[in-house]
């Protein structure tokens, strides 16, 4: 190797350990801080509409401050943002971290209607979303027996109402589906699914706006 070469390899070596003395740098300033300097990054990171971060910093948070007085206050901020976000599942993870792990009864009140309402607005297409509309009505009807005379009731029953039309209105055009195209016996067993129902077709209006719609506006 000739002595050029050896001075080239010599500096190309010298660049990748000064990277990796940048980089062991920035990571060992972001070891064993305070609750306080997480918390504060995870706010300012919402603020900044910087989501990725913010969860990372949660990590952080969890990792070295476990059981902080923070914690709880970080994960309902995380989950608020997520839900203005419209990340209604990375929202429903953090609102299930809280009640895991701070949930009481006085709170639960409030996280499970959180939790229905994103649920609720993650919704974005009946015809592939049918499971979770269901398992939405469930969570519904399970609110409304176990939180009698909730504040949130009279939202809890206008989510159930919109869910009961998307599914009444899916079963119905389905079966019309099934009618153009000769399949009777298909089209009765879809109709055969809203017998019961306490909605009729001339009760809905189908919304402009798809069949869910949305009532936070």
Known sequence: MNFKKRILLILGLAMVFIFIGCKNNDNEAEFNKSSMYWYKKIASSIVKSDLDKADSYYISLKSEHMHSKLMPTALMMLAHAHMNEEEYLLAN?????????????????????????????????????????????????????????????????????????????????????????????????????????????????????????????
Not at 118 to 146: H, W
Not at 190 to 202: F, I
């Open 93 to 217: 993870y953090y609102l299930d971290e809280y009640n895991r792990r701070f949930g009481e009864e006085n709170s639960r009140e409030y996280t499970d209607f959180m939790k229905l309402k994103a649920s609720f607005l993650g919704i974005k297409d009946v015809y592939k979303d049918q499971k979770l509309i269901m398992d939405a009505i469930s969570d519904a009807n399970t609110y409304i027996a176990r939180y009698l005379n909730s504040a949130y009731t009279p939202l809890v029953n206008t989510i159930l109402i919109r869910l009961r039309m998307s599914l009444y209105l899916l079963n119905e055009n389905i079966a019309s589906l099934y009618d153009r195209t000769g399949h009777i016996n298909a089209a009765n067993i879809y109709r055969d699914k809203n017998k019961g129902s306490v909605l009729e077709m001339t009760d809905i209006i189908p919304p402009k706006k798809g069949i869910v719609g949305k009532i936070f506006d």
